[in-house]
């Protein structure tokens, strides 16, 4: 019995499954086509945009979505950032186990955005779905949280710590024509972030993975040594950490679409780092 289950590890892999209503979560595969695994894409595009909706009607169409995943035999899923901690301390809403969800953000946040806080102020920058949730999560998030030995000597540090929040509601729209690098779309950026560096915060943390594709932006606006933004680096080590004893000499990609595809193929720098730059065919099923 011990042999079989030892040689079961071994062989081992993931089937992991992305939720995205557009190209906000798949802003991840920078890092995650670089790992073995196969990978499931449920691109929600009917619904789009899930940011402007009301966080429980996204929260009932994720459930739904999940139930769909669960038949299709995945091990884990990765949510945006505000739906994951917000099913990891409801797992029971899900009506599947909580392990089921890669705690991807979780591990980001509490690895890197609480740690290495400066004086406990952050910022974090959302979407109109989060607000409803966002502030009770964090807090939440916070009380299983311990201060560093560094922290603690710290007489100005805040514990709890002191949350700002600001919507950046205008880039997602340019960036259906404009590309990440545009000038509009960076002025735009600028511009959102000028309050929070007068308002002296030391940690800013994006409620969507779509930001990590402005990071470059937002770390020159920033003086690093004072307010810090952890870049898709750290998110890549949180993702490694969580999936270090799952292995795998697989890569592949399938997208279940709930709108013709014609638009998500139009972007060929996306589409091309999805399939590894034309090394795979990425298998479309329509829903």
């Not at 609480?114 to 009770?136: H, L, R, T």
Request: net charge positive; charged share 25%.
């Amino acid at each position: 019995m011990n042999k079989r289950l030892s040689l079961f590890q071994k062989i081992t892999w993931m089937k992991l499954a992305i939720i995205t209503s557009w190209n906000e979560n798949l802003s991840l595969f920078k890092f995650l086509n670089k790992y073995d695994h196969e990978y499931i894409i449920y691109y929600d595009f009917l619904y789009r945009p899930y940011w402007d909706k009301d966080s429980d009607f996204i929260q009932n169409r994720v459930v739904d979505i999940i139930k769909f995943l669960k038949k299709s035999w995945v091990e884990k899923i990765i949510l945006p950032p505000s739906l994951e901690l917000y099913f990891l301390s409801n797992p029971k809403l899900l009506g599947v186990h909580q392990s089921l969800l890669l705690p991807l953000f979780q591990t980001y946040l509490h690895d890197y955005c609480f740690k290495y806080s400066i004086i406990g102020k952050i910022w974090a920058f959302w979407d109109f779905s989060d607000i409803q949730i966002i502030q009770d999560l964090l807090k939440q998030e916070e009380k299983s949280y311990s201060l560093t030995d560094n922290q603690k000597s710290i007489k100005k540090f805040h514990s709890p710590f002191k949350y700002r929040t600001k919507e950046v509601p205008m880039r997602k729209y340019y960036l259906t024509t404009l590309s990440y690098s545009d000038f509009m779309i960076n002025k735009i950026i600028k511009f959102d972030m000028r309050y929070f560096k007068d308002a002296m915060v030391d940690t800013v943390i994006p409620l969507n993975y779509w930001y990590f594709n402005f990071q470059n932006t937002l770390t020159k606006f920033f003086n690093f040594k004072k307010i810090r933004f952890h870049k898709l680096e750290k998110l890549e080590d949180s993702f490694v950490q969580l999936t270090s004893k799952l292995s795998s000499d697989k890569y592949s990609i399938t997208m279940y679409h709930s709108w013709p595809i014609d638009l998500f193929q139009k972007q060929k720098k996306l589409v091309r780092l999805l399939a590894r730059w034309k090394n795979i065919e990425i298998n479309y099923e329509k829903i």
